[in-house]
């Protein structure tokens, strides 16, 4: 009965790591996915996630009873600070609905099913380019997909008066999409007075933001700093919805960590929000895993390993940051054509190289080395030992 049934794709980023582990070539190198990798090439499991996982584990008071569907509580009353300020006034007057989901991905995706079933408006805008997955999520969850002017590859910057242009042009209520900071997969993000002139335009016109936060603590290094766009929006008193992920900040991928918080009006909306969320979650996964959420909490709720953890993510975000300029060098050194500013300009995990489809397949031919085919790739999978091969790489590309 199955026979019909077509071989689909793999997914555009997660396939390259398929793609990679299938090479055989000792010099590999996998550039795809969005994961942090030591000076050595390896997976990082952070000093502090250790230290919480040790105490978990000595904890005989500790059960796998269920969570409740919204999850677990200190986790969720530690995120909501986490992202909107311990003294935000939305925490302070508890009109903030909170609830674990797993990662990012869930997060958006709970977001999206609440609003399909409880807004008025279906559209929802995102930016253009967007993370492969939004728009996948976003329609499966019932909304209708829209792309707002983001990137202009001209300028390997952004596209400010075409965002301003077509939200201008969204209609009333549509819900906006908007990267919290270290846009994925350009790398670039608004200024901090650009962002206040996208939070009136959209004020004024009643657009809706949602919030995608998958690298806070990842742009600058510095969590606060890299909140700041979130908390402008929710200063105004304005709802606001945002989706965190742990994966990256917290090194915890594949624990599937994240949280998703909607700003509401009142407490009394907050609260019934939350009522609706659970009607949400209940059919979908009945409530979330319980370790992930629990290392998190322990670590946000102790003062010690909060800050060790600070301390760790920014090494993490300043090693990302001298593996562009030690690209950006290589690049030059080689006298490669073009203007390959842009890598030391943008932020976080990517950049957005410019390298066209057919670029990026000669240098996973020749080069053995893996990236989505827009040309996006991930600094934190590079090191000192392997930027020499991915500037070869690059400046044979280029050239040919
Ligand atoms: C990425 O963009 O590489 C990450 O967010 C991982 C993913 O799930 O796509």
Redesign the pocket.
């Known amino acids: 009965v199955f026979a019909h049934v077509l071989r689909a794709p793999e ?1 555009p ?2 396939g390259v790591t398929v793609a990679y582990n299938k090479d055989p070539s000792p010099n590999k190198l996998n550039l ?4 942090y990798r030591t000076e050595e090439g390896k997976p990082l499991v952070l000093n502090v996630v250790r230290k919480a996982e040790h105490q978990l584990v000595n904890d005989i008071t500790r059960v796998k009873e269920y969570l409740p569907i919204v999850g677990l509580a200190e986790f969720n009353k530690q995120s909501a600070k986490l992202i909107f300020g311990a003294n935000s006034p939305a925490i302070l007057e508890n009109r903030v609905a909170t609830v674990q989901c797993l990662s ?2 869930g997060s958006l995706r709970v977001g999206g099913e609440f609003l399909a079933r409880h807004y008025h408006e279906r559209q929802i805008y995102i930016p253009l380019p967007t ?3 939004h728009p996948k999520v976003f329609t499966l969850a019932g909304l209708s997909v829209k792309t707002y002017r983001y990137y202009d590859p001209s300028t390997r910057g952004l596209n400010f008066q075409g965002l301003l242009e077509d939200l201008g042009s969204a209609p009333p209520g549509a819900i906006v999409l908007l990267h919290a900071c270290a846009h ?2 350009t790398g670039v993000d608004p200024t901090l007075e650009q962002w206040d002139q996208i939070r009136k335009l959209m004020r004024s016109k009643q657009l809706l933001p949602f919030f995608d936060s ?1 690298y806070q603590g990842f742009a600058s290094g510095s969590l606060d700093t890299d909140a700041q766009p979130v908390r402008l929006f929710v200063a105004d008193g304005g709802e606001c919805f945002v989706a965190q992920s742990y ?2 900040n917290l090194g915890l991928y594949g624990e599937r960590v994240g949280a998703l918080s909607i700003v509401c009006k009142n407490a009394d909306v907050a609260s019934r929000v939350e009522s609706q969320l659970k009607l949400v979650i209940r059919p979908m996964y009945s409530n979330p895993p319980i370790h992930g959420a629990s290392i998190v909490a322990t670590i946000l709720k102790d003062r010690n390993l909060f800050d060790e953890w600070t301390i760790e993510l920014k090494s993490m975000a300043d090693r990302i940051i001298s593996m562009r300029q030690q690209l950006f060098d290589a690049l030059r050194a080689r006298g490669t054509p073009g203007d390959w500013s842009h890598i030391i300009k943008q932020i976080g ?2 950049t957005f190289t410019g390298l066209n489809p057919e670029q990026v397949s000669f240098m996973t031919k020749e080069y053995h080395i893996y990236m ?1 085919s827009d040309g996006r790739i ?1 600094m934190a999978g590079l090191s000192s030992r392997t930027v020499p091969h991915l500037a070869d790489g690059i400046h044979a590309a280029v050239t040919r």
């Open positions: 997914d980023i997660l795809g996915v969005g994961a990012g991905t993370w492969g997955n994925n997969p998958a994966a990256k995990m990517f989505t991930s």
